[in-house]
């Protein structure tokens, strides 16, 4: 199976596919993007980020007022962009696959997303920071995001509820405890040294008789 590409790649390339954003303000953006992820957005400075994209500071300043700026020019690509580029790799490669039982689905989707958290835990940091605290970028994401979820994983939803492997629940709910699941343990991760990876069995277990349907009589 072919590596996923990362955030950070899937950005480079909607940067470089850009015909609207000149070349140096690509480089601004790319390096702002690698040093929030490595440092974070309090501790990175403009005059690192014009060393790190190999201009002059007065070039970030004349584009962009403050780091405020900056981070909003950086996470707008997101939800327009790079989050449709990493959602239709990911559903081409794990979601679209035929699935005969909930353990075979949540094991692949649970294995697949939690080692793409870790290679892509800096940045996904700070995705996840800005968008709890941001209420149009949560906005934004979500109005991308959820027709997505339904497009891809509904589908599968359905069958297996079709043949009893899932109860027959909204599949929202059902999503939600799957993406849910995920996401607390990433945060949790985030304050703790736990790598996110290392905790998959324990999920999986834990959605697989989460979800289990009730016996009939």
């Known amino acids: 199976m072919a ?30 993007l690698a040093l929030f992820a490595e440092q974070g957005f309090a501790n990175t400075t403009t005059k690192q980020i014009a060393e790190r994209a190999g201009v002059a500071e007065g070039t970030v300043y004349r584009r962009y007022k403050t780091k405020d700026e900056l981070l909003a020019a950086v996470l707008a690509p997101f939800t327009t962009e790079v989050l449709p580029k990493l959602v239709k790799e990911f559903a081409a ?17 649970i294995t697949d997303r939690l080692a793409f958290l870790q290679d892509n835990s800096q940045v996904m940091r ?9 209420t149009d970028l949560r906005e934004q994401f979500l109005a991308r995001a959820v027709p997505m979820v339904q497009a891809n994983l509904y ?3 359905d069958q297996l509820k079709a043949v009893q492997e899932l109860p027959d629940w909204p599949n929202d709910r059902i999503a939600q405890f799957m ?14 040294a736990e790598p996110v990876a290392t905790v998959g069995p324990l999920m999986i277990q834990f959605l697989e008789q989460g979800l289990a349907p009730e016996p009939t009589a």
Not at 22 to 28: H, L, N, T
Not at 93 to 109: D, G, S
Not at 126 to 134: A, H, I, K, S, Y
Not at 185 to 192: A, D, E, K, L, V
């Open 3 to 32: 590596t996923e590409m990362s955030i950070q790649a899937a950005f480079q390339e909607v940067m470089a596919a850009s015909g609207e954003i000149p070349p140096k303000q690509q480089q601004v953006l790319t390096a702002s």
């Open 93 to 109: 490669k794990v979601v679209r696959q035929k699935y005969t039982t909930r353990h075979a689905l949540i094991t692949a989707v």
């Open 126 to 134: 700070v995705l996840v920071t800005e968008l709890l605290v941001r």
């Open 155 to 157: 589908p599968i939803l």
């Open 179 to 192: 993406i849910g699941t995920m996401v607390s343990q990433f945060i949790r991760s985030s304050f703790t």
